[in-house]
């Protein structure tokens, strides 16, 4: 293994980005791999970059172990041109990218009954990547605030707002005064993987902890949370990964 200045990392044959990353409190050092496949060292405030690579050098035996599990970012064009597909409503819509003439506003549209999900952009549009992005993320945005409120009402419970946004590793979060942030990517899982982030940031809002309540409480919203948790874990990896 070899260290390229102090932002990218030569592991077997692969060129890999590299981040330092300062955290106060922190006693020791810590090597991770980012959702980019980049290496991510956290170190106490005071360790100097130097410190820091010379940690980095040491585990180039486990960096070169883990990058070969893990599987490569992927683009949002890629992904649904395997995976033409996206979870909302608790159903699931074919996707078709229609690259239009006339059409200078990117939109999008439901056809076939409703059953398929028309992503429109315009022909002379380049970077077809970011537009594409740019609307799967408002179609997230739709869906998942109708798919949250949905089962609010069922449950009985009040969310103050709902954001939706590209975290970098965490489907989902929810905070001390009722906020629910969910990830955009929550559209390309299943739609009962789907269902069970939401119904896992819902039920903090009873119980803002990871206590025994908590997983009692989301068991009663969610039965096969176990079967789903562990479906998710799998996934999680791959699909992380994807439109980075």
């Known amino acids: ?45 005071p360790c100097s970059d130097g410190e820091a690579l010379k940690f980095v050098e040491k585990q180039g035996a486990w960096l070169e172990a883990q990058l070969s599990k893990l599987p490569l970012p992927c683009s949002l064009l890629d992904w649904l041109g395997e995976h033409p597909r996206l979870s909302a409503s608790g159903d699931i819509f074919t996707v078709r990218i229609d690259r239009m003439e006339k059409r200078t506003r990117a939109d999008y549209v439901f056809d076939l009954g409703g059953s398929e999900l028309v992503l429109r ?84 809002l009873t119980e803002m902890n990871h206590s025994r309540r908590f997983w009692a409480l989301l068991d009663s919203y969610d039965p096969a949370r176990e079967s789903n948790e562990a479906q998710l874990d799998r996934l999680t990896p791959k699909i992380m990964r994807v439109g980075r």
């Open 121 to 204: 952009i315009s022909v002379q549009t380049e970077a077809v990547e970011s537009a594409i992005l740019h609307l799967v993320r408002r179609f997230a945005k739709d869906a998942l605030t109708c798919r949250v409120a949905y089962h609010a009402k069922r449950l009985g419970l009040t969310f103050s707002k709902l954001s939706v946004r590209d975290q970098s590793s965490r489907w989902g979060s929810c905070s001390g005064s009722g906020g629910i942030s969910l990830n955009w990517r929550l559209v390309l899982l299943e739609p009962v993987l789907q269902d069970y982030i939401i119904l896992h940031e819902l039920a903090h």
């Open 1 to 45: 293994m070899k260290i390229r200045g102090d932002s990218c990392v030569v592991v077997g044959d692969q060129s890999v980005p590299l981040e330092i990353r300062r955290r106060k409190g922190m006693r020791h050092l810590r090597l991770s791999l980012g959702h980019q496949n980049q290496v991510i060292v956290s170190v106490p405030w």
